[in-house]
T-cell receptor
Framework: GAGVSQSPSNKVTEKGKDVELRCDPI?????LYWYRQSLGQGLEFLIY????????KSGLPSDRFSAERTGGSVSTLTIQRTQQEDSAVYLC??????????FGPGTRLTVT | GENVEQHPSTLSVQEGDSAVIKCTYS??????FPWYKQELGKRPQLIID?????GEKKDQRIAVTLNKTAKHFSLHITETQPEDSAVYFC????????????FGSGTQLTVLP
């Protein structure tokens, strides 16, 4: 079946602009995660959604970052007033309850 | 919170030799330890995982060992092939309120033909 998809694949934005990144998880997966991967670095946890529970936002680096998950499926990560240090690949993953996490292809964000 | 350290950051081996990557974790409550392989420009993919109720798990040329007392776990790749060249990430989590994975910083493995 279809895997995790993300859009856009690449996004270039000017410093100070807002951006929205989209994640479509695997159908039926109840858990959805957002990670950030800076160049040559590991994956940094940002936020986690599980079913209808309140999201775990403990990894969000600042209040400029927020995420929503509508209808228990699609998720949007929003970064307001982007800064150059926000440049990274943003990866989304989904899993069935607490099973293996399947990653999407990522969105490469460049803030100029 | 959890902290995962991974070594080495880069590793070069001759084709056919073995490669070992080591990780340590800080949270004794962690009980799930996956390893992901990420090829250049591609998404991370799970290659093997281990839960804390076992000490070793094998899948063909790949094995993972876990020492809960010492809080470290290792990835072993035998008979390495050029297609094993990639970045490998270890991770740890507990199955408490959320399966939040804390990742190591990654190991760039290069298998030389």
């Amino acid at each position: 079946g279809a895997g995790v998809s993300q859009s856009p694949s690449n996004k270039v934005t000017e410093k100070g602009k807002d951006v929205e990144l989209r994640c479509d998880p695997i159908s039926g997966h109840t858990a959805l995660y957002w990670y950030r991967q800076s160049l040559g670095q590991g994956l940094e946890f940002l936020i986690y959604f599980q079913g209808n529970s309140a999201p775990d936002k403990s990894g969000l680096p600042s209040d400029r970052f927020s995420a929503e998950r509508t209808g228990g499926s699609v998720s949007t990560l929003t970064i307001q007033r982007t800064q150059q240090e926000d440049s990274a690949v943003y990866l989304c993953a989904s899993s069935l309850d607490f099973g293996e996490q399947y990653f999407g292809p990522g969105t490469r964000l460049t803030v100029t | 919170g959890e902290n995962v350290e991974q070594h080495p950051s880069t590793l070069s081996v001759q084709e056919g030799d073995s490669a070992v990557i080591k990780c340590t974790y800080s949270d004794s409550a962690s009980n799930y330890f996956p390893w992901y392989k990420q090829e250049l420009g591609k998404r991370p993919q799970l290659i093997i995982d281990i839960r804390s109720n076992v000490g070793e798990k094998k899948d063909q040329r790949i094995a993972v060992t876990l020492n809960k007392t010492a809080k470290h776990f290792s990835l072993h790749i035998t008979e390495t092939q050029p297609e094993d060249s990639a970045v490998y990430f270890c991770a740890a989590s507990d199955s408490g309120s959320a399966r939040q994975l804390t990742f190591g910083s990654g190991t760039q493995l290069t298998v030389l033909p």
